[in-house]
């Protein structure tokens, strides 16, 4: 049932905000420290141990494409209630501190993440159990 | 009539923020595919077309969540709000390989270090060049280029002014905004085509909002890796900012 497939990701969901906010309280820190980080590795692994064993059909597995699907409406819909007229307004130092922390940012992605590679090595992204996300 | 429609609306956001979207999307896909001949990414554009959309519902309406200040299209503000992105989020990792995520753990773990002590001193020489020379203004400042949520948290803990405040939270709008729409364009020149580089681009930059939808721009599958070491951006950079960070401000100025 598609049902399942959803509830294993809203449970993964709870249980990985849960544990941030575990985290962010063992920190000393009033935020969330990554809940959602722990919750995507916890659905990795419990989808992949189903898969495997085969205990999950393919009305469930829709249920957790249908969600891996709606991800870019979502961010649309975020990127649609986004401050962007305080962002805008902020100020000189704002605008200019935001666009130079950026940049640095950006020249060091090569630096630590190895030589830059040819589009080919995203084919080591390999065969997915997922939906289509290129919608 | 009309009050008729906008009541229908405002009371079924949720729908209507489908509705909005789904449209969004069908105009951006027909920009890419004619106007840019599938060069620039329909997600990409869709992505530009809601920031715009969110700074005219700003200017109309002086609110501070975009388009979603107005009411009838509040429903927008909750497809896009935090549970429904995280819940988002958490599905993408629902293809994702974890013998990936494991190959490139330690240099994401780096460079969630290294981001945060990055954007936290570029933010710091920007704030002492436009005159800042408080400790406290100039962490604030600095917390504020790590995320929009790191300035004011950071700020709150120290003390520091309303206007410095909205400084930092306004730098990184900014950052997110940038990072949204500049990473498609930016990502074949500096290697962003596989798990490990989407990793390190996370830890980098950090800003949820930002690498997950400029990695959905570059190529969705990336989005996952980038976003499993995004999540912890901010929460280490509220950590660190108001502790460590500070203290190593204030020694020097």
């Known amino acids: 049932m598609v049902i399942y497939g959803v509830a294993i990701l809203a449970g993964c969901y709870l249980v990985g905000t849960i544990v941030g906010e575990f985290i962010g309280m063992l920190m000393g820190v009033d935020s969330n420290v990554g809940g959602v980080g722990v919750a995507m590795l916890l659905l990795i692994v419990i989808v992949d141990k189903l898969v495997k064993s085969g205990k999950i059909s393919k009305p469930a597995l829709d249920g957790l494409s249908f969600w891996n699907q709606m991800y870019i409406p979502v961010i649309i819909a975020m990127a649609a209630s986004q401050n962007v007229v305080g962002a805008l307004t902020g100020g000189p130092l704002a605008i200019v501190a935001g666009i130079a922390v950026v940049a640095v940012s950006w020249a060091c992605v090569p630096l630590l993440s190895g030589k830059p590679k040819t589009d080919e090595d995203i084919s080591l992204l390999g065969p997915t159990v997922g939906g289509e996300a290129d919608a | 009539m009309l009050d008729v429609i906008l009541d229908v609306l405002t009371s079924n956001g949720l729908v209507t923020a489908f509705v909005i979207v789904g449209i969004t999307m069908w105009l951006a896909y027909v920009i890419s595919n004619k106007l840019t001949r599938g060069m620039i990414h329909g997600s990409a554009i869709a992505i530009v077309i809601g920031l715009v959309l969110a700074y005219f519902g700003g200017v109309a309406t002086g609110g501070s969540k975009g388009l979603s200040d107005v009411s009838f299209l509040a429903g927008i503000g909750f497809l896009g709000g935090s549970m429904l992105r995280d819940f988002a989020i ?93 990473t498609p364009f930016i990502a074949r020149f500096i290697g962003l085509n596989n798990p490990m580089s989407a990793m390190v681009y996370g830890g980098l930059l950090g800003t949820t909002s930002g690498v997950t939808g400029g990695l959905a721009a570059t190529d969705p599958k990336l989005v996952p890796y980038g976003a499993v070491t995004a999540t912890f951006y901010t929460g280490l950079g509220c950590l660190l900012a108001p502790t460590v960070l500070f203290i190593l401000t204030d020694l020097i100025f």
């Open chain 2, 90 to 182: 958490v599905a993408t990792s629902f293809g994702a390989n974890f013998d990936e995520i494991k190959k490139a753990g330690f240099r994401g773990v780096i460079s969630l270090f290294i981001g945060v002590l990055l954007s936290f001193v570029v933010g710091v020489i920007f704030a002492v060049m436009f005159g800042y020379t408080d400790a406290v203004s100039i962490a604030t400042i600095g917390a504020g280029t790590v995320t929009y949520i790191v300035g004011p948290v950071t700020g709150a803990a120290l003390g520091a002014t309303s206007e410095v405040i909205a400084i930092s939270i306004a730098a990184g709008l900014v950052k997110s905004v940038l990072v949204m729409v500049g």
